[in-house]
């Protein structure tokens, strides 16, 4: 079972930056895709972006060019490095591991991101 761990939200005007990291208390192997994705007040958790154990990146159209999603599987860490952050950024961003092999799932309690106009 994999436990992940967020940290790093907090409140940032617009135009600014913001990191958000993801620790996770087993292994992330390659066996692992790990995403970022999050639910703003009154619509459904979407994605934001994913990164398989290769280092294939995924970005939703609405922040690419804007944000970077890293992994680094020594540390059994997954980074979203926002820039140019935008009001309809804000919302609850969730830490997804998703296995490959068998389809499971984990996801971590969030972190809230928040950016003023």
Request: hydrophobic share 35%.
């Amino acid at each position: 079972q994999v436990q992940l761990v967020e940290s790093g939200g907090g409140l940032v005007q617009a135009g600014g930056s913001l990191r958000v990291s993801c620790a996770a208390s087993g292994s992330i192997s390659s066996i692992w895709a790990m995403g970022w994705y999050r639910q703003s007040p009154g619509k459904q958790r979407e994605l934001v972006a994913t990164i398989t154990g290769q280092g294939i990146t995924n970005y939703a159209d609405s922040v690419k060019g804007r944000f970077t999603i890293s992994r680094d599987n020594a540390k059994n860490t997954v980074d979203l490095q926002m820039n140019s952050l935008k009001p309809e950024d804000t919302g609850v961003y969730y830490c997804n591991a998703h296995h490959v092999w068998n389809g499971l799932d984990y996801w971590g309690k969030g972190t809230l991101v928040t950016v003023s106009s």
